[in-house]
């Protein structure tokens, strides 16, 4: 029973499920936001989507969003606009392998914050544009 209850908790985090590394890369995030600001409760996918669309001038003077490389419909390929390959989508209901290996997803996170903000990504922000990518 008690499990139940709990494989329904951790479902209805998002409409995607996320396997159990994930979770626990979610969970880690969660604990380092709430380190940074006391006041945090969870993530927010609409405040991931700001992040994931706002322009700003990034790697090589470029002005750059998340969407440059990825595309605005995270269910088709994106293309890397710096080396102009073709990127899988990143919308988990159309790639099963999206946001399944916590190694990948660290790797890309802080790279592509880099390109676009000239910075690593908060705990909070990672966590917000995670939650957006699996709205998709
Ligand atoms: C310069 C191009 C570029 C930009 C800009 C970019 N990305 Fe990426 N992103 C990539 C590439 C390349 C990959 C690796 C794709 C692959 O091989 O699966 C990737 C992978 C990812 C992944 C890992 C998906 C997975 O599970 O494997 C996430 C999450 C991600 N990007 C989020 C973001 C976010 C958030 C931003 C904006 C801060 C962003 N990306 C901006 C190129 C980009």
């Known amino acids: 029973m008690k499990k139940i209850i709990w494989i329904a908790c951790v479902c ?9 590394s994930m979770q626990s890369y979610i969970e880690s995030l969660k ?23 706002t322009q700003n001038i990034g790697r090589d003077n470029q002005k750059l969003s998340c969407e440059s490389c990825h595309g605005s419909n995270l269910q ?13 989508p990143l919308a988990p209901s159309a790639n099963a392998e999206s946001l399944t290996d916590p190694k ?20 909070k922000e990672k966590g917000d544009v995670l939650y957006y990518i699996l709205t998709k």
């Open 31 to 53: 604990v380092e936001a709430k380190s940074q600001d006391s006041a945090f409760v969870d993530f927010s996918a609409s405040e991931g989507q700001k992040i994931f669309t």
């Open 104 to 123: 990948q997803v660290q790797k890309w996170l802080k790279r592509n914050f880099k390109d676009v903000y000239l910075r690593e990504g908060s705990a």
């Open 12 to 20: 209805s985090l998002s409409a995607a499920t996320l396997n159990q």
């Open 76 to 88: 088709q390929n994106g293309r890397n606009v710096f080396t102009n390959k073709v990127l899988p």
